[in-house]
């Protein structure tokens, strides 16, 4: 994030023409409205300054950051800096979790996190706080590097490497939406690989190959599932295994969290974590003796879901627009019928797809996420702007 950021920041200075014909009203608009929404919360909110903080650094920052990243991108150098920003950035997140997976496989350090005790405990998820935040990191880089590839800003060999790296140490994490990622990822890959996003049979080939795909991800969810809780690679371990996954613990986290959201539908606790968690604490603690597991007494583990509990009807509806904003920001871009200007909307979608999907299941969408992912839309819509002909208005229908 920080490698990324001053990217994005010591580009854009050097240009004083900040923000001219870059970006449609529209997506301006929706950003700016979402992070208004997000910090009114504060006047409603139990703890108004737990607020404001997380509207500063979960709303405006990554709105700076985005449009930073939009202007400093439409020059093909700043672009092919904001990538290395990336690169550096992954290079030092793949070194920190292979030095904590080597201290964790020799005792060096103790667990914080993760499930029952089984042989993945000499692996990252035992000894590493966070290995659901790292493999989203991992996700939100993995189709921009792809695209950064296609587009030339670095060579192939580098991509491959990163992308590489990112699936290893993706895995080693066993977060099971991980995986979907990676079939997403896959479908770029294939999609891009074809003339034509139209095409009849390369589509055809490349739903063929997704449906392949989602039969080895079935596969891998299970068997990291079954290595994750030490079930056995038995028929007895498989039912098991099966049973763990329809039996999983956010079900029941997800109807607690909607009774709560009951009490605030319209407005909401407030912007930010801890605003509804310290709001709710009561109904949270109800709801943990009821059996929902105690490590769903901050958040909902959906990302729609805790919008909607911090900032109610109002922020969820918000939010979303701004997603459909950006999602149409880059469809219009392909408009202009150009091989890059398809690519970059494969990777846009993909990057939305990848915050979504890691998101469905948990939230991580505050302070370094949503920063992170707001520069790598801005890079891709910078970028592929300075790419469309001279002639072409970015205000068309």
């Keep these: 994030m920080v490698t990324v950021g001053l990217s994005a920041i010591a580009t854009t200075l050097r240009n004083r023409n900040f923000l001219r014909d870059a970006v449609t009203p529209q997506l301006v608009g929706a950003l700016m409205c979402w992070c208004v929404i997000a910090s009114a919360s504060s006047f409603w909110s139990p703890g108004p300054l737990r607020s404001i903080e997380a509207s500063v650094l979960s709303c405006w920052l990554p709105a700076a950051c985005f449009l930073a990243a939009l202007h400093a991108a439409r020059s093909e150098s700043a672009s092919r800096l904001l990538v290395h920003g990336i690169q550096i950035g992954l290079t030092w997140l793949y070194l920190s979790m292979a030095s904590i997976s080597f201290l964790g496989y020799f005792g060096a350090l103790s667990t914080v996190s993760g499930g029952d005790v089984g042989p993945s405990s000499l692996f990252l998820v035992r000894c590493y706080p966070g290995p659901g935040l790292s493999s989203t990191f991992i996700l939100l880089a993995m189709p921009v590097l792809v695209w950064a590839t296609a587009a030339g800003l670095i060579s192939k060999r580098s991509g491959f490497l990163y992308v590489g790296f990112g699936i290893v140490c993706g895995a080693v994490t066993y977060n099971r939406m991980f995986w979907l990622g990676v079939i997403l990822l896959l479908a770029v890959l294939l999609l891009n690989a074809s003339r034509s996003v139209l095409n009849r049979d390369s589509l055809l080939r490349a739903l063929a190959a997704i449906i392949v795909c989602a039969v080895v991800l079935a596969a891998a969810v299970v068997a990291s599932t079954l290595v994750r809780y030490n079930y056995g690679f038995t028929l007895l371990g498989i ?159």
């Design 239 to 397: 039912q098991r295994a099966l049973a763990m996954i329809a039996s999983d613990g956010r079900f029941m986290i997800w109807t607690e969290w909607l009774k709560i959201g009951e009490m605030a539908p319209l407005l909401g606790a407030g912007f930010g974590k801890m605003a509804a968690a310290h709001q709710y604490q009561d109904l949270i603690q109800q709801g943990i003796k009821r059996g929902m597991t105690p490590f769903a007494n901050v958040h909902p583990h959906n990302l729609f879901l805790s919008l909607w509990i911090q900032t109610g009807v109002l922020g969820l509806v918000s939010f979303t627009w701004l997603i459909a904003a950006l999602v149409r920001e880059l469809f219009r871009l392909s408009i202009a019928g150009s091989l890059s200007s398809r690519q970059t909307m494969l990777a846009g979608l993909s990057l939305v797809g990848m915050l979504i999907l890691k998101n469905s299941t948990d939230d991580f969408y505050d302070k370094a996420v949503p920063v992170i992912f707001w520069i790598l839309s801005g890079l891709l819509l910078g970028s592929a702007r300075s790419r469309l002909p001279q002639n072409f208005q970015l205000n068309e229908g």
